[in-house]
């Protein structure tokens, strides 16, 4: 039997022996646009700088954040994808049309990144680029600066395309916009499949053809196809307490909600608004996001309900409400700490567009939610918030004094959508690892294996993921 001398040397040189695998490299990570999608990538960089290593953050000069903990680089787009243009767009009937402007605004924006000669000096030393999913040029940029690479997905398993070539059962996998859940009819599953099939048509009409564009352009000799499945390692932003169950290929891992976290302490100003005496005591956050917002109709619509309700009002909005509205227990900010406020005690309610990480967010701090969906993804995180019990959802485009009042005080005074959110938020507290540590983990374990020189690296790729899809259909000949 081994003394505890001998157990002590043994665990001494294993922990040296990992601390060799992976030393410090350089990170450069690249976010979609949206507060969310940078909030993601900011948690992976920060535990990434917690470890040693270098990493810089690019982005766009408009969505800087205060928050924001990982170095930046910022770069200019001259028309910048702004909420009166989601607006407009949202607004629109022809949704092949709404597509293709969504096409060219990230053809723009991938323009300003690639041909920034800056970027190309300054990074062309690294050693890994994380990249956004939902961005196009995450998967060019790294092959013009001659780096390894790895994706995430900051809007969970809700997306059109493919995860790296995994399974996708149309019987019980709802598609991205349909609406429904894992449990469907006959109808609903044909009516599923059918809409498999126009994603995929549009994949190929919009998303390919813009990867393909930019790949000639910037004389990257990898097509299009193959560029999407070259990653070795894809991480997910989400986790299976409210997902709907699905197979992940073995280089798709769900590492688990990325932006919840512990509540730190509040601003000031905030923290004295909702501590006051009763009668207002207790608080609703009201945050729909960075880019989608209420019209004006709706701002005063809103208003009118949410200075009926018994409790205080947090409301996150980018214009400046405050000089045309006004109210005793209705505080305007440009800015909040979503985080820190759905972890407070005083907090009942959360009044969200269902985007990723504010779903995700108030589920971890276990607050029941009223969802005000703009977009097919939100209205499938909707589906999911349903099904959990833990909010209802309200039409976002024929909003009332009634309906909003109503829904706030169904969430508070029914126990049931408590206690549903209570159930969930323990067992997404209860993971033996943080999301950000798994993330973090499972990039320097890539690493490690691709600078590990006696390994095949052939062998831990993924045939699939490497292989295009008449080989995987079996139809290559």
Known sequence: MATFTQKYIR??????S????VTSIKVVLLPSFGTSHL??????GAELQNRGHEV????????VIPSIRTATATYAVSDHFSAAVINNLTASTNNFEVIKKVMAWQSHYCDCVLSHSQ???RFSHFDLMIGD???PCAYILPEILNLTYVIVSSVGLNAPM????SPNPLAYIPQYGTGYSDKMNLLQRTTNTLVWCGHTIASHIFVYRLIEKLRQEYHVEIDASQLKLKPALMLISADFTLEFARPLMPNVQLVGPLTPQPPSALPHHLDDFISNVRPYQRFVLVSLGSIFQFSNDQVMVAYRSLSRLPFKVIWKHSSNLSNNISNDHIRIENWVPQNDLLGHPNIVAFITHCGPSGMYEGAYHGVPMIGLPYVPEQETNLVQISRAGIGIGLNSTNLTTDSIYDAVMEVVNNPSYKQNARRISKLLKGRPRTPRHEAVDWIELWLSILTTSNVDKAKIRISSGITGQRAYYKLSF
């Open 56 to 63: 810089v953050i690019l982005v766009e000069e408009e969505q």
């Open 119 to 121: 970027f190309r000096r």
């Open 11 to 16: 665990c001494l040189l294993l922990i040296a």
């Open 39 to 44: 909030l993601v990538m900011d948690t992976i």
């Open 18 to 21: 990992l601390m060799n695998v």
């Open 162 to 165: 493919r995860l790296m070539n």
């Open 133 to 135: 999913r939902s961005l």
